[in-house]
């Protein structure tokens, strides 16, 4: 069974400070990671991806990657209230029909505090 | 420029009956994938497919779930004979290409509620 797990939270982190989430996979042949963020009853939102092990940053975001500990993070600087969300850590591996299939963790619900 | 779009946005249904959903891929992406979100769950994979072709279902549940994509229309997700344990919501996302690395863009999703 191939599994991403994250921190369900919430996580409460004061605006302005950096909000820090992790996700870790058991799959080791797995080759890209995203990060997807999802409000309240909405659809999932792709903030980041990272395919290279070592950080990527994207504006006040920073995906983190290390194959070897199968870990990757997301890092949010300058934390504000509209980054309140649920952050889904994905991660995709060649399946055997030979597509890239996407393996979500349940998600690490974030909030940020005026 | 329209995204990935999805009909109904909500749809209810008593048990028994048949739920039938429909996602519009992104213009000029011919690669479909439909997820399944439980409540406070992650998003399950169900199905990919492409045009005429269902490629990978191994996420689909065994009975009373199918999947389609024709050559002309919308992806279509039938659930067949609903039962309470169906509801949820249900995303499509689609993609330009299957390889590595092909981002996959989110529907609003449908979200089914059986009574």
């Known amino acids: 069974q191939k599994e991403v797990e994250q921190n369900s939270g919430p996580l409460s982190v004061p605006e302005g400070a950096i909000a820090s989430l992790n996700c870790t996979y058991s799959?080791?042949?797995?080759?890209?990671f995203f990060w997807y963020r999802q409000y309240s009853g909405k659809s999932p939102e792709l903030i980041m991806f990272i395919y290279s092990n070592g950080d990527k940053e994207d504006g006040r975001f920073t995906a983190q990657l290390n194959k070897a500990s199968q870990y990757v993070s997301l890092l949010i600087r300058d934390s504000q209230p509209s980054d309140s969300a649920t952050y889904l850590c994905a991660v995709g591996a060649l399946s055997n029909f030979g597509n890239e299939k996407l393996t979500f963790g349940t998600g690490t619900r974030l909030t940020i505090i005026p | 420029n329209a995204g990935v779009m999805q009909n109904p946005r909500h749809l209810v249904r008593r048990r028994g009956q048949e739920a039938r959903l429909r996602c519009s891929p992104m213009k000029g992406h011919s690669h479909v994938y439909w997820y399944r979100q439980l409540p406070e769950e992650g998003l399950k994979f169900m199905v990919y497919?492409?045009?005429?072709?269902?490629?990978?279902e191994s996420g689909m549940p065994k009975e009373r779930f199918s999947a389609e994509f024709p050559k002309e229309g919308p992806s279509i997700l039938r659930i067949q004979q609903v039962v309470r344990g169906d509801s949820a919501a249900y995303f499509c996302?689609?993609?330009?290409?299957?390889?590595?690395?092909?981002?996959?863009?989110f529907g609003p999703g449908t979200r089914l509620l059986v009574l």
């Open positions: 799959d080791r042949g797995s080759q890209s």
């Open positions: 497919l492409q045009k005429e072709n269902i490629i990978d």
């Open positions: 996302a689609s993609s330009p290409g299957a390889a590595y690395q092909e981002t996959q863009y």
